[in-house]
C-alpha cells in the first residue's frame, strides 16, 4: 500500500475494534489519521497507537449523529493536514433490539441516526474536501445483516441495507469527481460490540462456529479491506459492498447460534456496557 503515504485519512468509532485497528493500520502505511468516538480516553489511546506507528494523528470527540460533529472532524483534518482523501465511516452500535411490537419510534430513530444518518453526514462534509484534492475513497461499514434479517434486529439491518443503497447512489453521483465509494460488511467479528455476551474466549468460540471458515472475524481482516479500497488497487472499485464474513453468507450452514439478542433494550457504543447490562449512555 505504497500509494497510501502522506495522504489524510478521516476515522469514525476509532477508540476500539475495527476503528481503532483500521486508524492504526492507515497510519503504518504513512496515513495521517484524524479520527472521532464518543470515548475520550480509548480514542486518545489510538492517537498514541498511530503517532507511535510513525504517522501523526488528531483525535476529536465525536458524536457520529451530530452534523455539527462531523463537520467539525472533517475540518480538522483539512486545518491539521491540508484536506482529506480517505474517509472511514465506522462508528456505530447494535442500536435498539427486540420484538418489532416493542420498539419506540425514539428508540428507531436513535438507531438509524448512528447506523445510517451518519453515513450519510460524513460523505456529505467530506465530498468538498476530496473533490478540492482531486478525488478521494469513501467506505463505510455496512453488515450482513443488510443482505439477510434478523429477529429481534430490525432497527440495525435496516439501516445497514441503508448505508448498502446509500453507498450506491453515492457512487453514481460522485465517479465524475473522481470520488469512489464502497462499504463492507462484517460477518461475526470479534470486537467489544459483542462482549455483552459474555467472556472473550466464550464468544470467540461461537463466533468461530457461525461460518464455513472456522474462526471469528477480526479487526484486522476488516481493516484489511478497508486499506483496499483506499488505495490504487481499487482504483476501478466504486460502488460495491464486499461481505467479509468467512463464508457465513455463501449457503446454508449447519450451526445454530446458541446465544439470542437481548428480549428488548437498547445496545450503546460498546464502553456503556457494564457487566453485561444494557445501558443507555
Not at 432497527?155 to 447512489?169: D, I, M, P, W
Request: aromatic fraction near 6%.
Amino acid at each position: 500500500m505504497n500509494d497510501l503515504k502522506g495522504k489524510v485519512a478521516v476515522v469514525t468509532g476509532s477508540a476500539s475494534g475495527i476503528g481503532r485497528e483500521t486508524a492504526v493500520r492507515l497510519a503504518a502505511a504513512g496515513v495521517h489519521v484524524v479520527h472521532g468516538d464518543l470515548n475520550r480516553s480509548g480514542g486518545e489511546e489510538t492517537s498514541a497507537l498511530c503517532d507511535a506507528a510513525g504517522r501523526q494523528s488528531a483525535f476529536l470527540t465525536t458524536d457520529v449523529s451530530r452534523e455539527t460533529d462531523i463537520a467539525a472532524l472533517v475540518g480538522l483534518a483539512a486545518d491539521r493536514f491540508g484536506g482529506v482523501d480517505i474517509l472511514f465511516n465506522n462508528a456505530g452500535s447494535g442500536g435498539v433490539v427486540g420484538p418489532i411490537e416493542t420498539i419506540t419510534v425514539e428508540d428507531w430513530d436513535r438507531t438509524q441516526n448512528i447506523l445510517l444518518r451518519s453515513v450519510f453526514l460524513g460523505i456529505k462534509h467530506v465530498v468538498p474536501a476530496m473533490r478540492a484534492r482531486g478525488g478521494g475513497a469513501i467506505i463505510s461499514s455496512a453488515s450482513i445483516a443488510a443482505h439477510r434479517g434478523y429477529a429481534g434486529l430490525h432497527g440495525y439491518c435496516a439501516a445497514k441495507a441503508g448505508v448498502v443503497n446509500l453507498t450506491r447512489s453515492a457512487a453514481v453521483e460522485l465517479g465524475p469527481s473522481r470520488i469512489r465509494v464502497n462499504c463492507i460488511c462484517p460477518g461475526s467479528v470479534l470486537t467489544p460490540m459483542h462482549h455483552i455476551r459474555g467472556d472473550a474466549e466464550a464468544l470467540e468460540r461461537e463466533l468461530a462456529s457461525h461460518q464455513p471458515i472456522g474462526r471469528a472475524g477480526y479487526p484486522g481482516d476488516i481493516a484489511e479491506a478497508v486499506l483496499y479500497f483506499a488505495s490504487d488497487a481499487a482504483a476501478w472499485v466504486t460502488g460495491v459492498s464486499l461481505d467479509v464474513d468467512g463464508g457465513r453468507l455463501s449457503g446454508v450452514w449447519t450451526h445454530t447460534p446458541s446465544s439470542k439478542p437481548p428480549e428488548r433494550g437498547f445496545l450503546g457504543p460498546s464502553f456503556t456496557y457494564a457487566s453485561g447490562d444494557l445501558m443507555r449512555p
